[in-house]
């Protein structure tokens, strides 16, 4: 089992950067791919992107592409959402989660999530 937890949410304005981070504990993060959702009042949650066990490949939405970075560090067991050009519409609720298989349909393990707030 892993724990996670999401840092480094708050208000921002429209075209400034902010970097989430995921610490995990627990059991050996660099077993996990490590995928990023993010969910808006009154919408479902969506993916955001997905970074590969040993970081080697990631995977983004459509709508962040070109804006947003994922990475990780496991030697510090923790994975990164670089998050530029900021829109209002970026504003919600992010989560990291964590899931053993190298092409998760769902993930086993989420965050409690970080508020991210963009002001246009």
């Known amino acids: 089992q892993v724990q996670l937890v999401e840092s480094g949410g708050g208000l921002v304005q429209a075209g400034d950067s902010l970097r989430l981070s995921c610490a995990a504990s627990?059991?050996?993060?660099?077993?996990?791919?490590m995928g990023w959702f993010r969910q808006a009042p009154g919408k479902e949650r969506e993916f955001v992107g997905s970074i590969s066990r040993s970081g080697g490949s990631t995977y983004y939405a459509d709508s962040v592409k070109g804006r947003f970075t994922i990475s990780r560090d496991n030697a510090k067991n923790t994975v990164y959402l670089q998050m530029n050009s900021l829109k209002p519409e970026d504003t919600a609720v992010y989560y990291c989660?964590?899931?053993?298989?190298?092409?998760?349909?769902?993930?086993?393990?989420w965050g409690q999530g970080t508020q991210v707030t963009v002001s246009s």
């Open positions: 627990g059991r050996t993060f660099s077993a996990y791919t």
């Open positions: 989660a964590a899931d053993q298989r190298s092409i998760p349909k769902e993930y086993d393990y």
